[in-house]
């Protein structure tokens, strides 16, 4: 979905999911060469950024100014507390970026509208929106999760319908593409799958087995139920 070119990524939200995603992105950037770390809490930021130089060597700054946090990066990497909604400007995203959603956040709707949307799997946030409608209340169900900000939109006709857009499995399995141009902005949604969790899981595991660190855990004896 990004660039191969991209230099400069922002971590906005200085938090142990950002890291997990930080160190997603950097085993797929070449040439990463400068970090910035956005959080409210200064301290944070710049415990991030030190994390970053010791672990990757390269440039890493913390930042508490939001349009700092945005302005001028080739990938996004958003997961920000619930504390304090965020909200970006669409001006303040360049052209070609590349923006990795895993927290809520808002935005102009002209950014929404106007960037190429790679779902997650779009029959997961079809469910979404079918537990909003049944939830009595959409509106409020929209507001506490991740897709709210699309959903209203696909409501209002300003954006396709879940049903045929892309999923990053159209992507990796080439039924669709994830980017057209370099200069296309890119929205990645991701809400939460257990795919993820089952990924991360397997390459502790891996690691533990190679760094022999850990102990096998005996469930059970005998199955309750076996």
């Given at each position: ?43 944070k930021a710049n415990e ?139 929205i990645f949604v991701a ?36």
């Open positions: 979905l990004a660039n191969k070119d991209a230099k400069v990524v922002s971590v906005v939200g200085c938090g142990p999911i950002n890291k997990a995603c930080f160190t997603a992105v950097m085993t797929q950037l070449d040439g990463g060469e400068k970090v910035v770390c956005f959080d409210l809490f200064l301290e991030f950024a030190q994390w970053v130089r010791g672990q990757y060597g390269i440039e890493a700054v913390g930042v508490d100014d939001t349009e700092a946090g945005f302005r001028g990066a080739d990938v996004i990497t958003v997961a920000a507390s619930r504390l304090k909604p965020l909200h970006f400007k669409d001006e303040w995203i360049k052209e070609g970026a590349t923006i990795l959603v895993s927290g809520p956040f808002n935005t102009d709707e002209s950014f929404l509208t106007g960037a190429r949307i790679v779902y997650d799997h779009t029959a997961l946030q079809e469910a979404y929106v079918e537990d909003a409608i049944a939830s009595g209340n959409k509106e409020a169900y929209y507001s506490s999760v991740i897709g709210g900000p699309f959903f209203r939109l696909i409501d209002a006709g300003k954006l396709p319908a879940l049903k045929g857009s892309t999923g990053l499995g159209d992507v990796v399995n080439g039924r669709k593409p994830g980017r057209e141009s370099p200069k296309e902005r890119v809400c939460g799958m257990a795919v993820f969790d089952i990924s991360w899981g397997f390459e502790v595991l891996q690691n533990a087995k190679i760094k022999g660190i850990g102990q096998s855990l005996n469930l059970w004896e005998k199955p309750n139920q076996g």
